[in-house]
């Protein structure tokens, strides 16, 4: 049979696809919990506001998950909206926070724990994001292309905060991490755009 080969490989990545999605749904859903608690003790708007950026990736995560579930286009144009509205999301949740966290000049405690899962969450995401490119481009999934691009800003967005909670514990410059947001809230819109024009 002609389509054979061809088809069994589309099998194959669509397979990897969905594991790369369950491992960063799982991870996330991991990280709410832990990132509810860090955010608790040490007061911090950013590690809260990592958390709502982590349930952003587990609702995106399982619209991939649907779309994969049977890829004709209409679900594939579908899932593209959908997921081009969790990254307004997260950009109206980037500016908020920015924005409340440098006009109040809140001042969290420092976090051991905040600091080492967002170390440790920056290097899954990336690893999970490449997979996802990888994956998505050979099987000419958009939706899978777009969302590893999403699990691209959550590892940007866990770089920034690591940055702002290692700057604070360090030197006390708690503005780091609101100003860092700020980048990635552009890198979001611009995401946001692509997404939902198609």
Same mark, same amino acid.
Request: no cysteine; hydrophobic share 55%; net charge positive.
């Given at each position: 049979?002609?389509?054979?080969?061809?088809?069994?490989?589309?099998?194959?990545?669509?397979?990897?696809?969905?594991?790369l999605?369950?491992?960063?749904?799982?991870?996330? *859903?991991?990280?709410? #919990?832990?990132? %509810?608690? =860090? $955010?608790?003790?040490? +007061?911090?708007? &950013?590690?809260? !506001?990592?958390?709502?950026?982590?349930l952003?990736?587990?609702?995106?995560?399982?619209?991939?998950?649907?779309?994969?579930?049977?890829?004709?286009?209409?679900?594939?144009?579908?899932?593209?909206?959908?997921?081009g509205?969790?990254?307004?999301?997260?950009?109206?949740?980037?500016?908020?926070?920015?924005?409340?966290?440098?006009?109040?000049?809140?001042?969290?405690?420092?976090?051991a724990?905040?600091?080492?899962?967002?170390? *440790?969450?920056?290097? #899954?995401?990336? %690893?999970? =994001? $490449?997979?996802?490119? +990888?994956?998505? &481009?050979?099987? !000419?999934?958009?939706?899978?292309?777009?969302?590893?691009?999403?699990t691209?800003?959550?590892?940007?967005?866990?770089?920034?905060?690591?940055?702002?909670?290692?700057?604070?514990?360090?030197?006390?410059?708690?503005w780091?991490?609101?100003?860092?947001?700020?980048?990635?809230?552009?890198?979001?819109?611009?995401?946001?755009?692509?997404?939902l024009?198609?």
């Amino acid at each position: 049979m002609a389509g054979g080969p061809r088809d069994a490989r589309a099998a194959v990545l669509v397979r990897r696809g969905v594991r790369l999605e369950v491992t960063t749904l799982a991870w996330n *859903v991991i990280g709410v #919990v832990i990132l %509810a608690y =860090a $955010a608790l003790v040490a +007061r911090s708007i &950013a590690l809260a !506001g990592f958390g709502l950026d982590s349930l952003i990736e587990i609702g995106a995560s399982t619209v991939v998950l649907w779309e994969l579930a049977d890829v004709e286009s209409s679900r594939q144009q579908r899932a593209m909206r959908w997921i081009g509205v969790a990254f307004v999301s997260l950009a109206v949740y980037l500016a908020a926070q920015s924005t409340v966290v440098l006009v109040e000049g809140f001042r969290p405690h420092h976090s051991a724990l905040g600091i080492t899962w967002t170390a *440790v969450t920056a290097t #899954v995401m990336f %690893a999970l =994001a $490449a997979g996802k490119s +990888r994956t998505g &481009a050979e099987l !000419g999934n958009r939706v899978l292309t777009t969302e590893g691009r999403v699990t691209l800003i959550d590892g940007i967005l866990a770089v920034a905060v690591l940055v702002g909670l290692t700057l604070n514990a360090l030197a006390g410059w708690w503005w780091a991490d609101p100003l860092a947001g700020y980048v990635i809230l552009f890198y979001a819109l611009k995401e946001a755009r692509a997404s939902l024009r198609h």
